[in-house]
């Protein structure tokens, strides 16, 4: 088999955040090749590299013996790369037949001045063209009768992907490129994605797969690299990669010494235990007197389900984490309880106040109060100013500035900062400063989305200790949190989301030693 | 009223009375041509006036000076104009959207403020007398100009070009991932643009005695009307700036009867289109100009089995 694709130590660096850092990979000619890594880990950075649209900083890229190195991205696809988006990029006005069409620009004869005067072979070109793309249309699943002449936009989620497969094969790739082709939708969709995937490869087309869902990407791909950190940290086949120590621990996350022997999947005997055994284990742990209620929650955005149908109770005084992968619908409940998203059906009450109803406003005022992935701090204001703004709009004056001071003696750091621009802290500075804003706001029900995101290990370690001390003031957490043997490892009771459904709950000690829980991210 | 009986009851009495409104339509729909090609290619370019004046003012000099016959003198006013089209493309191409109408309006200021107000040849702040002018023998040219610049306008979005021009307004890093080579596009668009504002800025110095370097000619205000053309008549059919180039220019002779508040009720007009009917006058159905709600959309290019 010769090799279609080669990338020989490909960086590239923003500031100083190494987004891909000497990554060497191989496609070999009609394979499917994945490359998965968890939130952040450079992958799409990595395509964008390849495709061109973001430069080189160092290393160099092959396609057979074209060099690809330094070109501008309209020259590659004209090599014959091809690539969607992970946030589909259809030209959204004009219709799905046209979309089709301009993915045929780089093999059209210039036909501009031949249009002046509207010759016969002009319109002969312009039929067997829609001909073609009609063909294109119903190859990736679509009924080009219905929908070739409507506005690409205006399609359902599912077709627009198809849509994007189609313009992307249009253009007669040598390489295509599917940037999470499968992300949003629903597990029938997706098998529908993966038999297009395959079939596209019998007919001899060379794909390299991106995406989230461990399933899709382990079912159809015979070589699998994963990146972590900008770096490739294994490869192989999907079987040596689901099982190996680097990649579960970029996966799951880092827990301190005493967990990592017993963690899931630490071992490969605990692959060989059945996910039956595990729903046994749901233990009847779930409280009576619960502060918070979820009782069948159903959140969509448009025609994509995030959430379908998730129960959790949280009671006074627990930490509770709801665990996950990327885009199993963690931070989407929480949008949901402090109000931001409306749900489609289920209900959710806080201490009597129907969260499904009242004003954001009105929810923090009744003390559940939500730190934001990503911090969303201010980040030209001072981080005093920060704290100030959190308690805005409060009238207790005096009361109110002890409790700031109170919130930076409690992080020392901040009250040494306190003059800083808040965006001149490091991340873990910054996510304390976002936790100290939420604070304020008295919260008794805490929501904290992702507080490690992009963070390093030891500052995860300060952050989760600041959790646990807040915890043990009285204060109730949930927790949503990708790296989950460290959020199990705080957590009295845990719930494991999966494609927006809750899969398996727990305590939080059952669930650190339970192989399902690999499973749920990396596909079994 | 008048206005439109004329028109219906005596079409003849109406083209007498109203030459010049006529041939300052046509003039208009070339600009708003001129509009909808860069505005088609996702470029919100305010730059047309500006090439009007070296239109205008190339082809009136070599008039003055060489005494050239008039179809060489529109002709070196639109190469000229497709030159500076070029220089001020180069540098400026690389903004998008306000940033770039910004960059462009500081052309057309720069250009009119700093050049033609400031060089004896161009007759400083007084403008340019033009002898030879024919303001209503000119009608039939323009006419005729008008007609040539919308069938070749119509013929260039239907080719490969207009394809990516559409895939360029749409999303540019979309556009590139097709091998379309996006900067080399859009300078196209600037560029044909520039030739046609060049051209509609020789043909309107034919139809005046004057040229007259003010706003309301070669500034700011004219690239607000112009812009006005093509959101009111719409961008995204050849035919919407044209139309909409058309309802602004007559507007004042349709509410003449309003008088001293023609200002106020065209204003009020204008903004009841754009509320009722944001997409502008003419949709992307083209000619479909006023489709009943109840008329089918008409699917674009209806397959033909087989």
Same mark, same amino acid.
């Given at each position: 088999m010769s090799v279609l694709l080669r990338l020989d130590k490909v960086q590239r660096h923003f500031g100083g955040v190494h987004a891909v850092d000497g990554v060497s990979l191989e496609v070999e000619q009609g394979s499917i090749h994945g490359l998965i890594g968890p939130n952040g880990a450079g992958k799409t950075t990595l395509v964008n590299v390849v495709t061109g649209y973001v430069p080189f900083q160092s290393g160099r890229a092959w396609l057979q013996s074209d060099e690809l190195t330094g070109l501008p991205a309209h020259r590659i696809a004209a090599f014959g790369i091809s690539r969607t988006f992970q946030n589909i990029r259809l030209f959204k006005d004009l219709t799905a037949l046209e979309n089709v069409l301009i993915g045929m620009h780089t093999r059209r004869r210039d036909d501009t001045l031949a249009q002046l005067a509207t010759l016969p072979k002009v319109r002969r070109d312009q039929r067997s063209r829609m001909d073609d793309a009609r063909g294109l249309m119903e190859t990736v699943g679509l009924a080009a009768r219905d &929908? @070739?002449?409507?506005? @690409?936009?205006?399609? !359902?989620y599912g077709d627009q992907r198809r849509l994007e497969i189609a313009r992307a094969l249009a253009l007669r790739p040598r390489l295509l490129i599917l940037d999470e !082709?499968? @992300?949003?939708?629903n597990p029938s969709e997706k098998q529908g994605i993966r038999e297009l995937i395959e079939r596209l490869n019998e007919d001899g087309l060379t794909i390299l797969l991106i995406d989230h869902d461990m399933r899709l990407v382990m079912g159809v791909c015979k070589r699998v690299a994963v990146l972590d950190f900008g770096r490739k940290i294994a490869e192989g086949t999907p079987a040596e990669v689901s099982i190996d120590a680097g990649v579960i621990k970029a996966y799951l996350g880092s827990a301190s010494e005493r967990v990592v022997t017993s963690a899931p999947g630490a071992s490969a005997a605990g692959d060989t235990e059945l996910a039956g055994e595990v729903s046994a284990?749901? *233990?009847? $742990?779930? !409280?009576?007197?619960?502060i918070l209620e979820i009782e069948d929650l159903t959140v969509s955005y448009g025609p994509v389900n @995030? $959430? +379908?149908?998730a129960s959790l109770r949280v009671a006074a005084g627990e930490v509770v984490a709801l665990i996950g992968a990327n885009g199993a619908g963690k931070s989407t409940i929480l949008n949901t309880l402090s109000g931001l998203i409306r749900p489609d059906s289920g209900t959710a009450v806080f201490d009597r106040l129907d969260l499904t109803r009242a004003k954001p406003s009105a929810i923090v005022r009744h003390g559940l109060v939500q730190v934001p992935e990503g911090r969303e701090i201010l980040a030209r204001q001072t981080v005093l100013e920060n704290l100030e703004l959190a308690t805005w709009g409060r009238r207790d004056g005096s009361a109110k500035r002890t409790q700031i001071e109170a919130v930076m003696k409690r992080f020392p750091i901040l009250g040494e900062r306190r003059a800083l621009r808040a965006g001149t802290l490091s991340g873990g500075e910054q996510q304390m400063l976002a936790i100290a804003r939420g604070l304020l706001a008295r919260p008794r029900l805490l929501l904290l989305d992702e507080p490690s995101l992009g963070l390093a290990p030891q500052m995860v370690d300060e952050v989760f200790k600041a959790i646990q001390e807040i915890h043990d003031e009285g204060t109730t957490i949930l927790l949503v949190e990708q790296n989950a043997l460290r959020a199990l490892e705080i957590a009295d009771r845990a719930y494991v989301l999966e494609t927006g459904q809750i899969r398996l709950s727990g305590t939080g000690d059952e669930l650190l030693h339970n192989p399902a829980v690999r499973r749920a991210y990396l596909g079994g | 009223m008048d206005f439109f009986i004329q028109l219906f009851t005596d079409p003849v009495a109406f083209w007498n009375s109203h030459t010049l409104l006529i041939a300052q339509i046509g003039i208009n729909s070339i600009l708003a041509s001129s509009m909808f090609i860069v505005l088609y290619s996702g470029q919100l370019s305010l730059a047309a006036p500006g090439f009007m004046a070296v239109g205008a003012y190339t082809a009136v000099l070599m008039d003055l000076y060489w005494h050239t016959p008039l179809a060489l003198n529109i002709a070196a006013g639109v190469v000229f104009a497709g030159v500076v089209g070029v220089l001020v493309g180069? *540098? $400026?191409?690389r903004l998008r959207g306000v940033f770039l109408a910004i960059a462009t309006i500081g052309f057309i200021e720069a250009l009119r403020l700093g050049v033609i107000l400031n060089l004896p040849i161009t007759g400083e702040g007084l403008g340019l007398k033009n002898p030879s002018a024919d303001p209503l023998g000119g009608i039939n040219l323009v006419l005729g100009c008008l007609v040539v610049v919308l069938f070749l306008v119509w013929r260039l979005t239907k080719g490969r070009l207009g394809a990516a021009w559409a895939a360029i307004r749409q999303d540019e890093l979309a556009a590139l991932s097709q091998g379309i080579h996006v900067a080399r596009y859009k300078m196209i668009a600037f560029v044909l643009s520039a030739v046609l504002a060049g051209f509609a800025g020789a043909l309107e110095a034919h139809l005046n005695f004057f040229v007259d370097p003010g706003d309301q000619q070669y500034g700011v205000t004219r690239a607000v009307q112009i812009l006005t053309f093509a959101v009111l008549g719409g961008s995204g059919h050849f035919l919407g700036p044209v139309v909409g180039a058309l309802v602004v220019t007559s507007l004042p002779w349709v509410f003449e009867q309003a008088q001293a508040y023609i200002n106020v009720v065209t204003g009020v007009f204008l903004i009841a289109v754009i509320v009722f009917r944001p997409q502008g &006058? $003419?949709? +992307?159905?083209?000619?479909? &100009? &006023? +489709? *009943?709600?109840w008329w089918p959309r008409r699917n674009v290019r209806a397959p033909a089995p087989g």
């Open positions: &929908i @070739a002449g409507r506005a @690409a936009g205006t399609l !359902p !082709p499968a @992300a949003g939708m284990a749901r *233990p009847a $742990v779930e !409280p009576q007197n619960a @995030a $959430v +379908r149908g | 180069l *540098p $400026v191409l &006058i $003419v949709g +992307r159905g083209g000619l479909a &100009i &006023i +489709r *009943p709600w």
